[in-house]
């Protein structure tokens, strides 16, 4: 018995479809469909309608797609289809957020002819919260659908490939050998282990957010991940260890025989979004330090006495002390920010880099380390031996002969 493809309905699009032969086809809109006592959506008449006729005319010239099928929003739509069929969820992710912001921003009926480079660039505008780095990221996102609706024949062309997009700003942060112990002196517990994996190591941050036991091969001093598990999802990906790094993955491997090894404190495994709070902490802790060594102080406030206060108002009083308070623990913490060095995990990945280069370790040797396949990236982004002044300065003496 022949299998026919029923209607679907979308409720952020308000749109029914079909899919048929691989394709989405759009029958129309709908923006509070009747449902039945099940709850489901119940296609209009006009709807089933065009659905009847689209089936009728199988097996002959493919029906050609309604008007709304070219809808900016249409293609954005399918795209996210495709991306979440076929990409990692954490890239569905980093797609889902800007195509959605990008969504919000034009009207649903904007047709892809109409589509133009000033819809992106008004967004970017509109958000003076984003960095040139978010901004360019979600150019690139928008474009990437576009694209992709070309390669497939959804749309003659990309009406964005024009787009000037603002440059990204790398966050070019180092640390030194110095600088490290620094921040291993205001950190503790799970997170201070955390970041010694990441200095020893040079592993990536989505990558020790991943590392289970089955990863470890202590006998070889390593984490391997299979190709299915790793970067480009091609190749196995393989983390050498050092001592310290086999010290600390040994014990927390024992420990978590199945599931993530790296874990908070409260056991639970690390979330990008629970390191980046962890970050804002040392963040707060590095402004502390600066503000008690440049003698940048909060006035403290009076103390409470109960007994200069009549007892009807006592209550009230004591509110607005606790209320006092608070505010002074949040000047604090804001100008602590302020004071603060904001770091991340790639910032580790990049210190390792520069140090491997550092100590003589060559290029090709450094890159297979960090996981790259040749040199480019090594020397594009890791290799911050720029912020190392006094190392250059002793290489260039060496390249003159000066150094003999």
């Known amino acids: 018995m022949p299998h026919y493809p029923e209607p679907f309905y979308r409720a952020p699009r308000r749109l029914w479809y079909v899919q048929v032969d691989g394709k989405q086809i759009n029958l129309g809109r709908e923006d509070h469909p009747r449902r039945d006592s099940r709850g489901q959506p119940v296609a209009r008449a006009e709807v089933m309608e065009k659905y009847h006729r689209l089936m009728a005319d199988r097996g002959q010239e493919a029906p050609t797609p ?41 009207p649903r009926t904007l047709p892809v002819g109409q589509l133009r480079p000033f819809h992106l660039t008004k967004v970017c505008d509109a958000h003076a919260d984003w960095s040139p780095t978010t901004k360019h990221g979600f150019c690139r996102a928008i474009q990437r659908a576009f694209r992709w609706a070309t390669r497939q024949g959804v749309i003659d062309r990309s009406p964005l490939g024009d787009v000037e997009k603002p440059e990204p700003q790398d966050r070019d942060v180092v640390l030194s050998p110095e600088e490290y112990r620094e921040v291993l002196g205001l950190t503790r517990g799970a997170f201070r282990t955390l970041l010694m994996m990441a200095w020893e190591s040079g592993i990536r941050p989505q990558e020790v957010r991943a590392v289970e036991a089955k990863h470890l091969d202590t006998h070889h001093g390593r984490i391997v991940f299979p190709p299915k598990e790793s970067k480009g999802k091609k190749l196995p990906r393989i983390v050498y260890l050092t001592d310290e790094a086999l010290a600390i993955a040994r014990p927390l491997a024992e420990a978590h025989p199945t599931g993530p090894i790296f874990r908070n404190a409260d056991g639970a495994p690390w979330t990008r979004y629970a390191i980046n709070c962890a970050f ?53 913490t804001r100008l602590a920010l302020q004071h603060g060095r904001k770091l991340h995990l790639g910032a580790f990945r990049k210190s390792f880099a520069t140090e491997a280069l550092k100590n003589g370790v060559d290029p090709v040797t450094a890159s297979h380390l960090l996981g790259h396949s040749n040199t480019n990236m090594l020397a594009k982004v890791y290799a911050r031996l720029a912020q ?14 000066g150094g003999r």
């Open 66 to 106: 309604p008007v709304d099928s070219s809808l900016a929003v249409v293609v954005v739509d399918q795209f996210l289809d495709w991306v979440q069929r076929r990409k990692a969820p954490r890239t569905f992710e980093w797609y889902q957020r800007h195509c959605e912001a990008f969504a919000r921003s034009i």
């Open 280 to 332: 804002i902490r040392l963040q707060i802790a590095f402004g502390r330090a600066v503000m008690e060594e440049r003698g940048i102080a909060v006035p403290k406030l009076p103390r409470f006495r109960k007994a200069k206060v009549d007892a009807p108002r006592l209550p009230r009083a004591r509110d607005e002390q606790e209320l006092k308070l608070k505010e002074r623990r949040k000047e604090i």
């Open 388 to 401: 190392a002044p006094e190392y250059l300065r002793a290489q260039a003496k060496k390249a003159t002969g």
